[in-house]
C-alpha cells in the first residue's frame, strides 16, 4: 500500500472546481513532482495534503490514516514555501529550532536536532544570523532544515526555487535532492519548471486544468507523452499535422511525402488528419545522419543556444526544429539552405487529445 | 528652473514660519515670569504643582492601560481580518475611522447615555468603572491610528505565509500570534502606542465630561486661571509629542525585517 494515497480529491473555489477527481498513491521515500502551468490545480493539492485547504470531496491518506480530520498542526507534515517563510524576529538556530521548541522537546534536544540540521544544509556558522542576512539561496536551505528538524512524515516543496537566480536553482534542487535521499523522506515538490521536475523526480505528475493528464517517470513522460498538453508542455516538441494514408500500414503524409510508421496506426481511418510529435534532438541534417525517414525542406532560421544550434525548416506547412551539437569546427546552416531531415520513423508519436 | 526653485523655498519658509514663530513665541513667554530677565520659573512651578503630578501621572496610566488594552484588541482583530476575512476589511477600516468623524464629544454623550448609573451597565457609577469608560473611549479615539500602524506593518511581512509555515511546524494559534506575528509587526504597534500616547496625553473633552482628574483638563484649568505656566504646560505637551514621534522614527528603524537578498 502506498504511503500517501490520495483517493478522488476534488476542490471547488465556488461555482470553479479546480481539481478534478485527482487518484494517486506515492510510495514512502518517493519524491514526486506535480509538473503543470499557473493555475493547472497543482499547488491546490499540496496544499489539501498539508492541511490549508479542505477537499470538496475524496481522502488523503498518509501512511494508512485519514488526515480530513487533522488540523495543519497536527498532520506532522514539513513545508517549504516559494517565500521562504522564515520568521523574520528570529535568528537561523531559532527559526529551525520553532518546531522542536513546539513540540516541547528538551534544550539539549534541540540543540543537537538544530546542529545536525544545519550541518545537512551546510550553514552551521550562520547560525547567528537573521533571514534578512541571508542570500534567498541561503534562506530556503534554513527553510528546508526547518521544515526537515521536526522529521516530518511527508515533505511538501511549493515552487521552492522559483525566487532564485538560475545557478542558485541548479545547486540548490541537487542539495534537495540528494537531502532527500539521504533520509528517504517521502516528497512531494510543486514546480511548473519542466526541467526542474526531469532532474530530481521519482515521477512526475503532469496536471493540467485540475486533472492528472500522465504521471510517470521522468523518461516516460519525455519520451512518450500521453496527449497533446504534455507532449508541449515538457520539453520542445514539434508538432507535425499528417494524413494517414493506410492505417494499417501506418503510412502518414507529411507535407505531400508518404512517411511508414512502421507499426499500424490504431483509431483512425485513410484520410484522418493525424497529429505527430518530434523532438528537436531526434533529426539530424548531416549526410550520414542516421535514421529511415527522410523529409526535404528549407532552413527558415538558426539560433545559436550555447552546447547546441537550434535549426527551423519549413517541411511542406509544417516549420520542425531541430538541434545539433555545437562544433567549433561546423557551419551552421542558413536561412534559404535546401536540406534533408533524417530521423527514425519510431520517434515520431501519435499525440492523442 | 531656478525661480521655480526659489518660489518652492519661499513656500516652505512660510509654512515653517507659520508653525514655529507661535511655537517660538510661546517658548519665549514662558521664559518670562520673572521680571527683567529669562528663566525656568514658570516650569519650576508647574512642576512644583501637586496637581500638574497627579494629573500628569493619571494621565500617563491611562495612557498605559489605553496602549495594552489597545495592543489585545487591534492586533488580532489586524491579524484575523488578514488572513481569514479579507473581504470584511473596507467595513473594519470604514469602523476604525469612525472617531475622527465623530466629534468626541458626541461620543462621550453617547457613552454617558449607555453607561450612565441608572442604565444596565453603570459604569460611571463608580470610580473605577468611569476610568474604565474613560479608557475605552481613549482606546476609540486611539484605534484610526493604532489600526493603521497595526495594519502596514502587517502588510510588511507575509502573515499568510509566516502562519501557515508554523501551523506546519505544530504551532497552535496563541502560538503562532505571540512568537511569530507580534513581534514582527511590533514597530507598529510601537508607532501605534506613541500615537495613543500622544492623544491621551491632550485629550480635554472626553476626560472633563467624564470628571476624572486627566492631564487634558488640568491644562485648561491652568490656562484660565494663569499667565506664564499654561504656556510652559504648551512646551511641555509639545516636548512630549515630539519625543513620541521621535521615538516612533527610533523604533522603525530597528525592525529586524528587510527586504530578502536574491
Known amino acids: 500500500m502506498a504511503f500517501l494515497t490520495l483517493t478522488n480529491i ?5 461555482p470553479v472546481q ?79 529550532a520553532f518546531g522542536l521548541k513546539v513540540a516541547g522537546a528538551t534544550k539539549a534536544e534541540i540543540d543537537q536536532r538544530v546542529k545536525q540540521m544545519l550541518g545537512l544544509i551546510k550553514l552551521e556558522h550562520l547560525a547567528d544570523r537573521y533571514p534578512y542576512q541571508l542570500s534567498g539561496g541561503q534562506q530556503q536551505r534554513v527553510a528546508l532544515a526547518r521544515a526537515l528538524a521536526v522529521k516530518p512524515q511527508v515533505l511538501l516543496l511549493d515552487e521552492p526555487l522559483s525566487a532564485l537566480d538560475a545557478k542558485i536553482r541548479i545547486s540548490l534542487r541537487e542539495e534537495i535532492r540528494q537531502i532527500q535521499q539521504q533520509l528517504g523522506i517521502t516528497t512531494v515538490f510543486v514546480t511548473h519548471d519542466q526541467e526542474e521536475a526531469l532532474s530530481i523526480s521519482d515521477r512526475i ?149 | 528652473m531656478k525661480a521655480r526653485r526659489i518660489g518652492a523655498w519661499i513656500a516652505i519658509a512660510i509654512g515653517a514660519s507659520y508653525f514655529i514663530i507661535p511655537l517660538l513665541g510661546t517658548l519665549e513667554f514662558s521664559l518670562r515670569m520673572r521680571r527683567g530677565a529669562y528663566s525656568f520659573d514658570a516650569y519650576r512651578s508647574v512642576f512644583a504643582d501637586i496637581q500638574f503630578r497627579e494629573t500628569f501621572g493619571y494621565s500617563m496610566l491611562m495612557a498605559l492601560l489605553t496602549i495594552v ?122 508607532s501605534g502606542a506613541f500615537i495613543t500616547l500622544a492623544i491621551v496625553m491632550g485629550e480635554f473633552t472626553m476626560a472633563a465630561l467624564l470628571n476624572r482628574p486627566a492631564f487634558g483638563p488640568y491644562l485648561q484649568l491652568v490656562g484660565a486661571n494663569k499667565a506664564y505656566e499654561p504656556s510652559a504646560l504648551a512646551v511641555i505637551a509639545f516636548a512630549i509629542t515630539w519625543l513620541s514621534m521621535g521615538l516612533i522614527q527610533l523604533v522603525s528603524r530597528f525592525q529586524k525585517s528587510a527586504p530578502a537578498k536574491a
Open chain 1, 10 to 14: 476534488q476542490k471547488s473555489f465556488g
Open chain 1, 18 to 96: 479546480v481539481v478534478h477527481n485527482f487518484d494517486m498513491g506515492i510510495d514512502k521515500g518517493e519524491f514526486v513532482s506535480f509538473l503543470g502551468p499557473s493555475g493547472c490545480g497543482k499547488t491546490t493539492i499540496l496544499r489539501m495534503i498539508a492541511g490549508f485547504e479542505t477537499p470538496s470531496g475524496g481522502s488523503i491518506l498518509i501512511n494508512g490514516k485519514d488526515q480530513g480530520a487533522l488540523k495543519p498542526n497536527q498532520r506532522n507534515i514539513g513545508m517549504v514555501f516559494q517565500a521562504y517563510a522564515l520568521f523574520p524576529n528570529m535568528n537561523v538556530h531559532d527559526n529551525v
Open chain 1, 205 to 353: 505528475v503532469v496536471m493540467n486544468a485540475g486533472r492528472a493528464d500522465q504521471i510517470g517517470t521522468p523518461f516516460e513522460i519525455y519520451n512518450t507523452p500521453a496527449t497533446r498538453f504534455v507532449a508541449s508542455f515538457v520539453g520542445t516538441l514539434n508538432i507535425i499535422e499528417g494524413k494517414v494514408a493506410d492505417p494499417a500500414a501506418g503510412a502518414v503524409t507529411i507535407g505531400g511525402q508518404r512517411i511508414s510508421l512502421k507499426e499500424p496506426i490504431a483509431g483512425f481511418k485513410g484520410g484522418d488528419s493525424i497529429s505527430l510529435a518530434l523532438r528537436p534532438e531526434a533529426g539530424s541534417i548531416a549526410e550520414n545522419g542516421r535514421g529511415d525517414t527522410a523529409l526535404p525542406g528549407e532552413v527558415v532560421s538558426t539560433s545559436f543556444l550555447g552546447s547546441v544550434i537550434r535549426t527551423k525548416l519549413r517541411v511542406g506547412s509544417d516549420i520542425i526544429s531541430f538541434d545539433m551539437f555545437n562544433n567549433p569546427g561546423m557551419t551552421p546552416p542558413v536561412a534559404g539552405d535546401n536540406v534533408t531531415l533524417r530521423f527514425a520513423a519510431k520517434d515520431l508519436l501519435v499525440i492523442r487529445e
Open chain 2, 69 to 190: 488594552f489597545g495592543m489585545l484588541l487591534v492586533v488580532p482583530t489586524a491579524y484575523w481580518v488578514r488572513l481569514r476575512l479579507p473581504q470584511v476589511r473596507p467595513i473594519v477600516e470604514f469602523i476604525t475611522l469612525l472617531p475622527l468623524v465623530i466629534p468626541a464629544i458626541v461620543i462621550v454623550f453617547g457613552y454617558l447615555r449607555l453607561y450612565n448609573s441608572s442604565s444596565v451597565l453603570p459604569l460611571t457609577g463608580s470610580t473605577s468603572g468611569t476610568n474604565a469608560l474613560l479608557m475605552f473611549s481613549y482606546m476609540t479615539l486611539s484605534l484610526p491610528y493604532m489600526y493603521r500602524a497595526v495594519d502596514t506593518a502587517m502588510r510588511a511581512i507575509d502573515v499568510r505565509t509566516l502562519t501557515e509555515a508554523a501551523e506546519s511546524l505544530g504551532a497552535r494559534w496563541p502560538t503562532i500570534l505571540f512568537r511569530c506575528i507580534f513581534p514582527n509587526v511590533m514597530s507598529g504597534v510601537l
